[in-house]
């Protein structure tokens, strides 16, 4: 089946440091991926659509400048979190995939800003 | 917009049981999935099952199936025989057939099946 590579799986960074994750789809290409957030306990959180090639759509209340997404290929979505604050500390997880065969999911990053 | 309600924010069963997850949403689409996820503590998510909204046969994968009421808009996962390894966050989630891709979730209802 589909296979999504997220990684870092944990990064702890430096308030101020910007901070990228990777988005792979190993077996397949992604012309869409989808990024979220998640807190503890919570439901996921959609932040931004990652489209191939072009400029990726961003949900109500995210910032564009802080969360800067890039899909630059069929196969790799990048989200940088740019000048860290312990408020951006959370769970990330990227997805891809065949919307009606159902989304594949990266394993998740735990970003913790120090 | 779309809404998907899980009004179970916690359950428990004894291991081997059946236990019904339930899950109901709003749209004023005719034609749309639904799926169930699965986020055991590792936190990776993975897909449990999917329901087309056009066919009327509820969709089953092994000891997991599903209820799918599409007048009533409800959409619950019953699990039969449940193992520990079922322990997990239960998510539904409810995605537009054309060209909106995106996933609508419900707030999640936490499965603890007791040895």
């Known amino acids: 089946g589909a296979v999504v590579s997220q990684h870092p799986s944990r990064v702890i960074c430096k308030s101020g440091t910007s901070v990228k994750i990777e988005c792979r789809s190993l077996d397949f290409q992604a012309t869409t991926m989808f990024w979220y957030r998640q807190f503890p306990k919570k439901s996921l959180m959609l932040m931004a659509t990652?489209?191939?090639?072009?400029?990726?759509?961003?949900e109500q209340g995210v910032e564009k400048d802080k969360f800067l997404i890039n899909h630059a290929s069929l196969t790799l979505s990048t989200l940088t979190v740019t000048s860290a604050h312990p408020e951006d500390s959370s769970f990330y997880i990227c997805?891809?995939?065949?919307?009606?065969?159902?989304?594949?999911f990266g394993s998740g990053t735990r970003l913790t800003v120090v | 917009a779309q809404t998907v309600t899980q009004s179970q924010p916690e359950m428990s069963v004894q291991e081997a049981e059946t236990v019904t997850l339930s899950c109901t949403y709003d749209t004023s689409e005719n034609n749309y999935y639904l799926f169930w996820y699965k986020q055991p503590p590792s936190r990776q998510m993975i897909l449990v099952i999917r329901q087309e909204a056009y066919k009327q046969q509820n969709a089953t994968e092994n000891r997991f199936s599903v209820n799918f009421q599409k007048a009533a808009k409800s959409f619950s996962l019953k699990i039969s025989d449940s193992q520990l390894g079922d322990t997990a966050m239960y998510f539904c989630a409810f995605m537009k057939f054309f060209r909106n891709y995106q996933l609508i979730w419900g707030a999640g209802t936490k499965l603890i099946i007791k040895p």
């Open positions: 997805s891809a995939g065949d919307r009606g065969s159902g989304y594949t």
């Open positions: 990652s489209n191939e090639g072009s400029k990726a759509t961003y």
